[in-house]
């Protein structure tokens, strides 16, 4: 939702007192990494038996499915391989995601992933200058655009989507308790044009937004 989690300090901290970690690196795989490998694994190369690390293959990597990464030494590997397998909760892949995964796989084998990962970090570069948040300069590809309440978020949500651009907006309890805003979830194949124009738009309905409110206030002091 925007944050980041400061991976080195945790990683620290289980050095030092035997911590353990459970990451959830979906957004950052095929994203990071000079073989996409997110940001988890590129400061973690092998993990320890006591971190878990999970991912989606449904986000950056565009496909379906996910994956379960945990050391070999782990003393919980048993239990993992007994009670999570697949088969005990889930479906097989269907055909085309099959596919969809094999096609992803022949874009992180060549030079085409840097070029999208650049791409992509551009326009991340782009939106924090345009719109500045708490997150501004992580390398996360989502933002939270801050709004005023709930009620503000769904209506310029709403505004924005009638424009072209969906967004979708969240409250509590999908962010912390009196903090609402939009979700934006930028990608590599956005062009600046695509940036400007949605950037643009959300400043003109918070406006808007704003101006009805006052206008309320003067009609029912």
Known sequence: MGGAAPIEQLLGLQDKYGLFLYFDDSHSLSAYGEQGEGIVRALMPEINSRTILVYSLAKAFAANGGGIFMSKQAPYLKEFRRFGGPMSYSQYLNPAAIGAAMASLEIHHSTELAILQCRLADNITLFDQLVP????????????????????????????????????????????RNKSGLRVMLRADMTELDIHSFCSIVAQQVQQWGEAQEEQMEVHP
């Open 133 to 176: 948040t708490e997150y501004t300069g992580t390398p996360s590809p989502i933002r939270v655009i801050p709004m005023a309440s709930p009620g503000m978020a769904v209506k310029v949500s709403e505004a924005v989507f009638q424009k072209g651009y969906y967004t979708s907006a969240v409250f509590f309890p999908i962010v912390a």
